[in-house]
């Protein structure tokens, strides 16, 4: 079972629920891979810990234009997208940070003019925190295109029981491709205007994506009543309440995980476990 754990907008606790349900599920027996696949600025391993095994660089592959051959007609410009290659006059211009690595433009070059090289953008570490086989991709500064390196990290998931994607903050690209496959998707929001807001901006996301999915509820204990009434009158199921508990966050500021320092939220943790997998049955 693949389980993705996103939200609308970064610090709602994300990654902190992430890794417990993690760590839980470990405990409880089943065998388990964390992956964050939140690649421009991973923070999973702080928690988790994890003994690195292999190191690799991710590239994808840009196009290079021989301009002794090219004949500047603008095909591999015109087919472009994302105009990561533009014929100026004279000139072929090529934005590497821009290409999406499709082949399009060498595809339709009638003088075989475009070839393709190999660019390096991020890296993909694997490793074992405890009996948690651990996954991150670091992207590389600089890029702006993070779903590439995303899809590797999901294709390096071993076959294993459970496992959990810490999916980036936000509802766009980088989001979709990390959430879409899961079996269900973990929504972490908090009860304050912006928390709301992106809530249902994520709503939409995973509808749109026809996903099932639930919400939880960090520092539930904080702001107003808008966002269980939102999920109450939106038919959205409340998974779980975290209450806004100090210990947690002198926990987080160590980089100590909930489920080895509180464990009064044990219960909570594994009830939240629990309903996750009835609800993607």
Request: glycine letters at 8%.
């Amino acid at each position: 079972m693949k389980i993705a754990i996103a939200s609308g907008k970064g610090g709602t606790g994300k990654t902190t629920v992430a890794t417990n349900l993690a760590c839980v599920a470990s405990r409880n027996g089943q065998s388990v891979a964390y992956l964050d696949c939140d690649v421009e600025e991973p923070n999973g391993h702080i928690f988790l810990k994890p003994q690195i095994s292999e190191s690799k660089p991710i590239g994808n592959l840009i196009p290079v234009v021989d301009e002794s051959k090219c004949i500047h007609c603008g095909k591999c410009g015109e087919i472009c997208q994302y105009s990561a290659i533009v014929c100026v006059g004279e000139k072929v211009l090529v934005y590497p940070e821009m290409c999406h690595a499709c082949g399009g433009c060498a595809m339709v070059c009638p003088v075989d003019a475009i070839t393709e090289t190999p660019r390096e953008m991020g890296t993909l570490e694997t490793g074992q925190a405890g009996d948690i086989q651990f996954v991150q991709g670091l992207l590389n500064i600089g890029e702006v295109m993070s779903p590439p390196l995303i899809k590797e990290v999901k294709s390096a998931a071993p076959e294993v029981d459970l496992v959990i994607i810490d999916a980036p903050p936000g509802t766009s690209c980088p989001v979709i491709e990390s959430v879409k496959d899961s079996d269900f998707v973990l929504l972490v929001t908090e009860p304050t205007p912006f928390g709301l807001n992106d809530l249902k901006l994520a709503v939409e996301m995973v509808r749109a994506l026809k996903l099932p999915f639930g919400v939880v509820i960090n520092r539930a204990d904080v702001g107003d009543r808008q966002t269980q009434s939102y999920c109450r009158s939106s038919r959205i199921e409340i998974l779980a309440e975290i209450p806004d508990d100090r210990r947690i966050a002198e926990a987080y500021s160590r980089g100590e995980m909930i489920c080895d320092v509180l464990s009064d939220y044990t219960p909570l943790l594994t009830g939240l476990l629990k309903k996750i997998t009835e609800m993607s049955v």
